[in-house]
């Protein structure tokens, strides 16, 4: 297993798409539905050009396929703060520490820009993920009864 920036990978746009089709139906609601939901992208596609673009993304890898992925926007220059708006895990490689690895690689990534601050966002239901950002020193700062919001300060 090994976790490399999607821009100096070997894997292509269809490779990102292909991903986020074989996750999608792993989120509640879906991942398209929330795209619907709370994004100014409508399809996977166009999520996949938007990350690819506007943010960073990193890959995690094990025989030339893609396991897990993290996504992160690092462009607030005036706040510095860092918003990850994006972790998913294949399926099979889920309770083996992928998301937890991709995690502490991107907070230490975002750490060495010189960014003062990292937001995250995650659906109240979803206590694993709560868990983990916890975990690993995020703190929550606001709930709207449908998502929790949390923060991780860097130093």
Do not use: H
């Not at 798409?17 to 879906?30: D, K, V």
């Not at 607030?76 to 994006?86: M, R």
């Not at 449908?146 to 923060?151: H, V």
Request: aromatic letters at 10%; a positive charge.
């Amino acid at each position: 297993m090994k976790i490399v920036d999607f821009n100096s990978s070997e894997f292509g746009m269809d490779d990102l798409i292909a991903f986020f089709e074989c996750i999608n139906s792993e989120f509640t609601p879906t991942l398209k539905e929330r795209l619907i939901l709370k994004s100014d992208v409508r399809t996977i596609k166009e999520y996949a050009i938007k990350l690819s673009t506007k943010g960073e993304i990193r890959l995690c890898t094990e025989k030339k396929e893609i396991i897990g992925m993290i996504t992160f926007y690092a462009n607030d220059q005036i706040s510095k703060t860092a918003y990850i708006p994006f972790i998913g895990i294949s399926p099979k490689y889920r309770a083996q520490g992928v998301a937890k690895s991709l995690l502490i690689y991107s907070i230490n990534e975002i750490t060495k820009l010189g960014f003062l601050q990292i937001k995250v966002e995650t659906w109240l239901n979803n206590t694993k993920a709560i868990n983990m950002f916890t975990s690993v020193g995020f703190d929550p700062i606001a709930n709207d009864g449908f998502n929790l919001k949390l923060t991780k300060k860097l130093c």
